[in-house]
Nanobody
Framework: QVQLVESGGGLVQAGGSLRLSCAAS????????MGWYRQAPGKQRELVAI???????NYADSVKGRFTISRDNAKNSVHQQMNSLKPEDTAVYFC??????????????WGQGTQVTVSA
């Protein structure tokens, strides 16, 4: 099994910053893509940012220029720096990792989610 543990959520005023982190542990041979998704009340979960194993990134249009995703392959971790936060960024943020386990099987894994609340 693979565990993803997120940290760094919280309450911040509009225009402020937060940094989310996610560490993967368990049955891991290698990690392909890692990413962050979010889900606001009454809405579907959506992709925020994703980073491939080689480091290429992709962002939702709504966060381009404000959020930066990065990863530390040695620590099996992914981070998301969120600047210029807006009230519409309020959501539960979920870490996601596509993991190849020791048996070379690929699994899709989710963290438990961390709340980000941006006040106006």
């Amino acid at each position: 099994q693979v565990q993803l543990v997120e940290s760094g959520g919280g309450l911040v005023q509009a225009g402020g910053s937060l940094r989310l982190s996610c560490a993967a542990s368990g049955n891991i041979f290698s990690i392909n893509a890692m990413g962050w998704y979010r889900q606001a009340p009454g809405k579907q979960r959506e992709l925020v940012a994703i980073i491939a194993g080689g480091g290429s990134t992709n962002y939702a249009d709504s966060v381009k220029g404000r959020f930066t995703i990065s990863r530390d392959n040695a620590k099996n971790s992914v981070h998301q720096q969120m600047n210029s936060l807006k009230p519409e960024d309020t959501a539960v943020y979920f870490c996601n990792a596509e993991v190849k386990n020791i048996a070379r099987a690929t699994t899709n894994n989710w963290g438990q989610g961390t709340q980000v609340t941006v006040s106006a």
